[in-house]
């Protein structure tokens, strides 16, 4: 299922660029201009919940900003310059602003979403609602 999910964000992209144009006339900022680099992402589902796992070291817990906004995970902050006036002899890290939104497909318990970040890597345990959980029914055939 998120592998579908997966393809319609990747199409999203695909057409947000193709807009970025028409967008720009209007004043409005586009995406390449406001996301910098996309960390690494796995997203996996469960009968009870969804997790989300984004690989972001070397950024403080105070510059992420995680939420639930309709149907769409929102996740956005940014990684600093750990020495700005250094003379760099190699930079190999991505630095900057970074934002991802992911679709959530059904409905979940909106008050029981929990994350946590340690080590470098944000964890977000999403709750399916109860109307969405599995189950099994037993149904008669008839003769």
């Avoid at 996309?38 to 997203?43: A, D, F, N, Y």
């Avoid at 020495?83 to 190699?90: D, K, L, P, V």
């Avoid at 979940?108 to 929990?114: K, L, Q």
Wanted: glycine share 4%.
């Amino acid at each position: 299922m998120y592998r579908y999910i997966e393809d319609l964000n990747n199409i999203r992209n695909m057409f947000s660029h193709m807009e970025e144009p028409y967008f720009k006339q209007l004043g409005y900022k586009t995406a390449s201009e406001t996301e910098v680099w996309r960390p690494q992402t796995e997203i996996w589902e469960t009968d009870k919940n969804i997790s989300v796992s984004l690989d972001l070291p070397g950024i403080n817990a105070e510059d992420l900003d995680v939420q639930l906004e309709g149907d769409q995970l929102i996740v956005k902050g940014e990684r600093r310059f750990s020495e700005e006036n250094a003379n760099y002899h190699r930079k190999e890290k991505f630095y900057g602003r970074f934002y991802r939104a992911f679709e959530i497909p059904f409905q979940v318990d909106r008050d029981n979403i929990s994350a946590s970040y340690k080590s470098g890597v944000l964890k977000i345990l999403i709750p399916k609602s109860d109307a969405v959980k599995t189950k099994q029914v037993k149904i008669a055939v008839e003769d």
